[in-house]
T-cell receptor, first 109, second 116 residues
Framework: RKEVEQDPGPFNVPEGATVAFNCTYS??????FFWYRQDCRKEPKLLMS???SGNEDGRFTAQLNRASQYISLLIRDSKLSDSATYLC??????????FGPGTRLSVLP | NAGVMQNPRHLVRRRGQEARLRCSPM?????VYWYRQLPEEGLKFMVY????????ESGMPKERFSAEFPKEGPSILRIQQVVRGDSAAYFC??????????????FGPGTRLTVL
């Protein structure tokens, strides 16, 4: 089993749609969790950290379920500019960052 | 506060030559990570360094690849005798010392290596 797994994608959704990405991790000792986005031929950029209580940033909501070792990202009212690959990142103890393979999102006009 | 800097942004080498990729972390960051991304593939961890120490090199190919992060100057990823399969984007990321604020990684713009 891979350390971090994500929905295979791609997701093709119309503008305005709500889309959810799922991520699971295998290391129960993982300490912190993040979502990054990566545009084509660009570097990954931090989208948001994921906290146990869940957190929201505008149209983006992230949730963490430690018991199930599961992280989610919800995007509401999708924009064309949301088209990108979304990377789930898990950090174990000692700065060991593990990236998931990514889920590609295409928001269509 | 300048972000993570990488140079060169683009590098072209012929088979058998050496490639040197440089990464300057964000100010105050003492951890550097190198990743490789092949076209249409995900990020693959290569190596994690702190100043003058290699902490985890489990993702580094056993031959031809080496990395360093000297006391002074940028981190260097060195690829000797490059082959066509080394063509990829190489990203560097940095993070602050553990326990100092967030443990988030910040990425540089990457170096795109093309081997002819």
């Amino acid at each position: 089993r891979k350390e971090v797994e994500q929905d295979p994608g791609p997701f093709n959704v119309p503008e305005g749609a709500t889309v959810a990405f799922n991520c699971t991790y295998s290391n129960s000792a993982s300490q912190s969790f993040f979502w990054y986005r990566q545009d084509c031929r660009k570097e990954p950029k931090l989208l948001m950290s994921v906290y146990s209580s869940g957190n929201e940033d505008g149209r983006f909501t992230a949730q963490l379920n430690r018991a199930s070792q599961y992280i989610s990202l919800l995007i509401r009212d999708s924009k064309l500019s949301d088209s990108a690959t979304y990377l789930c990142v898990v950090n174990g103890y000692g700065q060991n960052f593990v990236f998931g393979p990514g889920t590609r999102l295409s928001v269509l006009p | 506060n300048a972000g993570v800097m990488q140079n060169p942004r683009h590098l072209v080498r012929r088979r058998g030559q050496e490639a040197r990729l440089r990464c300057s972390p964000m100010k105050g960051h003492s951890h550097v990570y190198w990743y490789r991304q092949l076209p249409e593939e995900g990020l693959k961890f290569m190596v994690y360094l702190q100043k003058e120490n290699i902490i985890d090199e489990s993702g580094m190919p056993k031959e031809r690849f080496s990395a360093e992060f000297p006391k002074e100057g940028p981190s260097i990823l060195r690829i000797q005798q490059v082959v066509r399969g080394d063509s990829a984007a190489y990203f560097c990321a940095s993070s602050p010392p553990a326990g100092v604020g967030t443990d988030t990684q910040y990425f540089g713009p990457g170096t795109r290596l093309t081997v002819l």
